[in-house]
C-alpha cells in the first residue's frame, strides 16, 4: 500500500513528504518488531523518545516514517510524515494497512476494572455455543480459530499495531465475531484507535490505576472512550450498535448517558433488563446455579464458576449474547462448558488436605470479592489464609485498602512481594502492616511479613489445617514479576504447587539490594 494512502487514515496529518514509499509490511511504533518494508511510528513517551531511533528503523528496513517532530528536526532519508500525535496515529494507520478489519467483524468490547477477562471468556463460550465463528482478544491470549497466542506477560490490552493483526487474521480464517478485552490503558493509550466496536459492555469501575490516570474521574473517563465509540464507529448492516451496563454500579449513569441504539442493563438488586435474585441464589463449593429474568424469558443457569461476583460476570455476558440475539439454550451451554479461566479462583491440587487457590484479584474491590467467595467453601470452624502483595510504582492508594480488606475477611494475611520494581519492598510491605494494624490486624498472629513470595505461599500450605482454604491473590496467570526494571520468571500456580510439595520456590534465587527489594 502506498505510503500516500495510509496517511489518509489520518485527520491531523501536519506534513506530508513529496515523496512515496510502497509499505509491503505492518506498521509499529516497536522497531524490535519491525519488518523490511515496513511503517515506523515514532512517538514522544513518557519516558523515551522514539525519533531517537528512526535511523535504526530505516536501517532494518522502514520505507517510510511517522512522527510529532518537524521534518527539518529529525534525520530521515525514507519519505517521512508530521502528525499531530504518533499515539493515535499508529492504530488507524494499522488498521488501514490490513484493510480495516473490524469493519469486517461484529466487535464486542468487554471493559471494567475487574471481570473483564472472565466476562470476555464467558461471552466467547457462548457465541461459540451458538455457533458463531468467535475470536477473543484478551489479556491472557489471542484465541483465532484452533490457535491460541499469549498476548503478555503482564496484564493489558495489546498494542495497536498487534490488535489489528490479530483482527485482520480472524477476519482471514473466516470469523464473524470478535470479543476484546478492553483496559482502561489501552483506551486512554489509544491501542484501540481504528477498532470499530458494536457492543460496549461494563462489568464495574472501583479504585485502580489511579497512579496513571491521577483521579477517579479521568480513569472513569477513559472507560467511557470505548461507549462514546459506538457513536462515532464505522456502521455494519449486520448489527446495531448497543451497551451492556451493571445498574448496581454506582457509575452506571455516567455510561448509560453514551448514545446508543439500545441501552441494556443487568442487576442483581434492581430492576434491569436482565436480571436475578438473591433467593433464587444457590452456592456450592464448587458450583453456583441461580435463575435469570429477561424480558419474557426464564431460565436457570449452572455453572462450576464460583462466587456472588462470577453471577454478575456470568449476567454481563448473558446480557451482551440476548443482544445479539442468542437464544438461552446457547447461554446456559456456554457458561456451563466454562470449567475455569487460568489464574481465576484456580484450583492447584496436590493431594493435600485442604484447599488451594491462585486468583489474579489485584484490587480492593476484587479481593474482597476474592476472599468472600473462598469463605463460601470454608466448612465451619475453618480458616482462611490469604497471600498477596502490592505492586510498586503502582496505586499506592490500594496498598492499605487490601491489607484493611484482608483483615476484615481472611483468618491469617501474609503480606509479600508482588512486582515492586524499583520501590522499597519494605516500604511497600510496611505500608500494608499498618492498613491491616487499623482493622485490628495483630503481626504475628492474625498477619505477617514474608518478603519472598515462594516463602510466604510455603508458609501458608504449612500453616494450613485440613478443611482450610490458602488463596494466593494477585497475580493469577502472569508469567513474571517485577523486581528493579528486570522481569524474572514466576507463575503463582507452579510456585504453590512446588510448595505444596515442600519445596518453596524463591522469587529471586540471587536478590541483592539493587533489585528492589
Not at 100 to 118: A, C, E, F, M, N
Request: hydrophobic share 40%; aromatic share 6%.
Amino acid at each position: 500500500m502506498l505510503f500516500s494512502t495510509l496517511l489518509q487514515a489520518l485527520d491531523d496529518v501536519i506534513s506530508s513528504p513529496t515523496t512515496d514509499a510502497n509499505v509491503s509490511a505492518p506498521v509499529t511504533e516497536d522497531n524490535r518488531t519491525l519488518q523490511r518494508g515496513g511503517l515506523f511510528v515514532a512517538r514522544q513517551g513518557k519516558s523515551f523518545d522514539g525519533h531517537t531511533l528512526i535511523r535504526t528503523a530505516v536501517e532494518q528496513g522502514a520505507v517510510a516514517v511517522v512522527g510529532e517532530r518537524p521534518p527539518d528536526q529529525v534525520e530521515c532519508p525514507v519519505p517521512y510524515a508530521q502528525v499531530g500525535s504518533a499515539m493515535f496515529a499508529t492504530g488507524r494507520l494499522a488498521a488501514a494497512y490490513h484493510g480495516y478489519p473490524s469493519r469486517s467483524l461484529v466487535v464486542i468490547g468487554v471493559t471494567g476494572t475487574d471481570g473483564k477477562t472472565t466476562t470476555s471468556t464467558l461471552l466467547f463460550n457462548i457465541l461459540k455455543a451458538a455457533g458463531y465463528k468467535v475470536g477473543m482478544i484478551s489479556t491472557v491470549s489471542a484465541v483465532i480459530g484452533d490457535e491460541e497466542l499469549p498476548t503478555g506477560l503482564h496484564v493489558t490490552t495489546p498494542g495497536a499495531d498487534e490488535i489489528q493483526g490479530y483482527l485482520r487474521r480472524m477476519v482471514s480464517a473466516g470469523l464473524t465475531h470478535c470479543v476484546l478485552e478492553t483496559t482502561s490503558h489501552g483506551l486512554a493509550q489509544a491501542r484501540v484507535n481504528g477498532v470499530d466496536y458494536d457492543v460496549a459492555v461494563i462489568t464495574n469501575i472501583t479504585h485502580e490505576h489511579l497512579d496513571y490516570h491521577g483521579t477517579f474521574e479521568h480513569y472513569r473517563e477513559a472507560k467511557g472512550l470505548l461507549f462514546a465509540s459506538l457513536s462515532t464507529s464505522y456502521r455494519k448492516p449486520m448489527v446495531g450498535k448497543f451497551a451492556v451496563v451493571n445498574r448496581d454500579d454506582p457509575n452506571a449513569d455516567f455510561f448509560l448517558g453514551f448514545p446508543a441504539d439500545q441501552h441494556l442493563t443487568y442487576s442483581t438488586r434492581t430492576e434491569a433488563t436482565v436480571t436475578t435474585s438473591d433467593k433464587s441464589l444457590v452456592f456450592s463449593p464448587t458450583a453456583t446455579k441461580f435463575k435469570v429474568k429477561a424480558w419474557d424469558q426464564r431460565f436457570t443457569i449452572t455453572t462450576s464458576l464460583v462466587g456472588r461476583y462470577n453471577v454478575e460476570n456470568i449476567l454481563a455476558a448473558t446480557t451482551a449474547a440476548l443482544g445479539l440475539d442468542v437464544d438461552a439454550a446457547a447461554i446456559k451451554k456456554g457458561v456451563k462448558a466454562l470449567k475455569g479461566i487460568p489464574g481465576r479462583m484456580e484450583r492447584i491440587d496436590e493431594g493435600q488436605s485442604f484447599i488451594a487457590l491462585v486468583d489474579f484479584a489485584h484490587t480492593p474491590n476484587a479481593l474482597k470479592r476474592s476472599l468472600e467467595a473462598a469463605r463460601q467453601m470454608l466448612p465451619p470452624d475453618k480458616r482462611l489464609i490469604a497471600v498477596f502483595g502490592s505492586a510498586g510504582l503502582r496505586d499506592r492508594e490500594k496498598r492499605r485498602l487490601m491489607a484493611e480488606t484482608s483483615a476484615q475477611l481472611a483468618d491469617i494475611t501474609i503480606l509479600t512481594a508482588e512486582d515492586p520494581r524499583t520501590e522499597s519492598l519494605d516500604d511497600i510491605l510496611q505500608t500494608m502492616a499498618d492498613g491491616a494494624a487499623s482493622q485490628g490486624g495483630v503481626e504475628g498472629k492474625t498477619f505477617l511479613r514474608v518478603t519472598d513470595r515462594g516463602e510466604a505461599l510455603f508458609t501458608a500450605c504449612g500453616m494450613a489445617h485440613p478443611g482450610d482454604v490458602v488463596i494466593a491473590c494477585g497475580k493469577g496467570h502472569e508469567q513474571s514479576m517485577a523486581f528493579g526494571t528486570v522481569e524474572y520468571p514466576w507463575d503463582d500456580r507452579e510456585a504453590l504447587r512446588a510448595a505444596l510439595r515442600g519445596h518453596p520456590l524463591k522469587t529471586l534465587p540471587t536478590a541483592s539490594p539493587s533489585d528492589g527489594r
